[in-house]
């Protein structure tokens, strides 16, 4: 498969990283006309996270999608896939920051250490932001194989992310366990890949 390359660069690609701007807007929007129910500011982080968890698993599946319908072009939407990753989580965090624990810092250091779904969250959190402070071309080329090797990490921190999910939730796990099922689907894919060479 591959999309004809004007197309690719000036209408695909731009108009994903339009698509994948909505949800913020949304929420952004929503937020200030109030129109997000009763408790907008829950409604917030949470939509937050889904973006931030879905997209992440969208990145994760742009080399199978190389491999499987051999479109090579998916390679070059990842990065972009990535930063908008950290985007969403960064907002994640920055609405729990804000609208859960008001900036209070003693509050907020408790609660990492009291609450697990939190303390998993941050470490994830802390795990994304080296893979997008060096997820330049120029960081590329200096980290040569190392930056192979960082950003692997990735794989942890979606089951970290997902995990996350799990500890969160009280009653019903239907979401998590369709965000684990995508995820075993897609690092299985991988690991059966590197079994059979
Ligand atoms: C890679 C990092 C993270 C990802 C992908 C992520 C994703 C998610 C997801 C998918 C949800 C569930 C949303 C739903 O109910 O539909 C969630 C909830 C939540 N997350 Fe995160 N999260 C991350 C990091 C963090 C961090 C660092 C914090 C705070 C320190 C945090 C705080 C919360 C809170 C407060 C909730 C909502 C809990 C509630 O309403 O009871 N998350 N997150």
Redesign the pocket.
């Given at each position: 498969m591959k999309i004809a390359e004007p197309y690719f660069t000036r209408v695909f690609k731009p108009l994903l990283f339009v698509l994948l701007l909505v949800p913020a807007l949304y929420y952004g929007w929503g937020l200030w006309q109030d129109e997000l129910g009763a408790n907008p500011l829950?409604a917030v982080?949470?939509g937050l996270?889904?973006w931030?968890?879905r997209i992440?698993l969208l990145t994760l599946l742009m080399s199978p999608l190389r491999r499987l319908i051999n479109w090579a072009q998916a390679l070059r939407l990842r990065r972009m896939l990535g930063l908008y990753a950290y985007f969403y989580?960064v907002l994640?965090?920055l609405g729990?920051l804000w609208f859960?624990q008001f900036f209070d810092w003693e509050e907020i250091w408790f609660d990492?250490l009291e609450r697990p779904f939190?303390t998993i969250?941050?470490v994830?959190?802390v795990l994304?932001t080296p893979l997008a402070l060096t997820s330049t071309k120029g960081m590329i080329r200096r980290l040569g194989k190392n930056w192979k090797r960082l950003h692997s990490l990735v794989y942890l921190?979606s089951i970290l992310?997902v995990i996350?999910?799990w500890w969160?939730v009280k009653l019903d796990i239907t979401?998590p366990a369709i965000y684990s099922l995508i995820l075993a689907v897609l690092l299985g894919e991988r690991l059966f890949r590197k079994l059979k060479i």
């Open positions: 829950e982080i949470r996270g889904d931030a968890l992440l989580v994640h965090l729990y859960d990492i939190i969250g941050m994830a959190v994304l921190i992310a996350h999910f969160m979401e």
